[in-house]
């Protein structure tokens, strides 16, 4: 089976903290993305990547960067948490040309 | 670019009643469409996908959804649902030949009641 295991199920940071999401996958797939899922507003993707030290912009990058420093581990990094950064957030990974998206359990993160 | 609209955010059914799922979606090139499924406190998983073939597609566990390339639709049906159902349910898009740009609908709320 597809193992996508992402570090922390939950996290509770202050505001300005530096935060670091990790995604660890095991089936050697090329692509891996990162999503934020608020109620009402389903999934947005906020980076992903086709290779190692590769990535691209998803829609909401604002407040973001990422790390893809080997091709099974994929970081999410918040450089000045803010409040309105708390949200579920969500690692996936695929193969090329398969559009099938595997998903980890999430990481939940409150900022106070 | 394209987007999900799924026209239901909250659909409370009975026990072994039928339900619909609505999905509607604007490409401007030809797609893969997906339906994911999130249980409480889980990520989400893929419940079936319609990638090339026949248009109608079934998962496992009783579902079906149907592509209408017309109507640009992609509903997901059960004749018959349970309690362990409930959940959230996710339609999301992908264009064909383009990895990275998968779109989400926003949701719909499945509660089950016995």
């Known amino acids: 089976d597809v193992k996508v295991t992402q570090s922390s199920r939950y996290l509770v940071k202050r505001t300005g903290e530096k935060v670091f999401l990790e995604c660890v996958q095991d089936?050697?797939?090329?692509?891996m993305f990162w999503y934020r899922q608020d109620p009402g507003l389903g999934l947005r993707l906020i980076y992903f990547?086709?290779?190692?030290?590769?990535?691209e912009k998803g829609d909401i990058p604002e407040g973001y960067s990422v790390s893809r420093e080997k091709k099974e581990r994929f970081s999410l990094i918040l450089e000045s948490a803010s409040t309105n950064q708390t949200s579920m957030y969500l690692c996936?990974?695929?193969?090329?040309?398969?559009?099938?998206?595997?998903f980890g359990e999430g990481s939940r993160l409150t900022v106070l | 670019a394209q987007s999900v609209t799924q026209l239901d955010s909250q659909v409370p059914v009975f026990e072994e009643a039928p339900v619909e799922l609505r999905c509607n979606y604007s490409?401007?090139?030809?797609?893969?469409l997906f339906w994911y499924v999130q249980y409480p406190n889980q990520g989400l998983q893929l419940l079936l996908k319609?990638?090339?073939?026949?248009?109608l597609v079934k998962s496992i566990n009783g579902f079906e959804a149907e592509f209408n390339k017309s109507q640009t639709s992609f509903h997901l049906r059960k004749p018959s649902v349970h309690i362990s159902d409930t959940a959230e349910y996710f339609c999301?898009?992908?264009?064909?030949?383009?990895?990275?740009?998968?779109?989400f609908g926003a949701g719909t709320t499945v509660t089950v009641r016995a």
């Open positions: 996936a990974s695929s193969r090329l040309n398969t559009g099938e998206l595997f």
């Open positions: 089936m050697d797939h090329e692509n």
């Open positions: 990547s086709y290779d190692v030290k590769m990535k």
């Open positions: 490409s401007s090139v030809s797609v893969y």
């Open positions: 319609y990638l090339s073939g026949s248009t």
């Open positions: 999301a898009v992908n264009p064909r030949r383009n990895d990275y740009k998968l779109s």
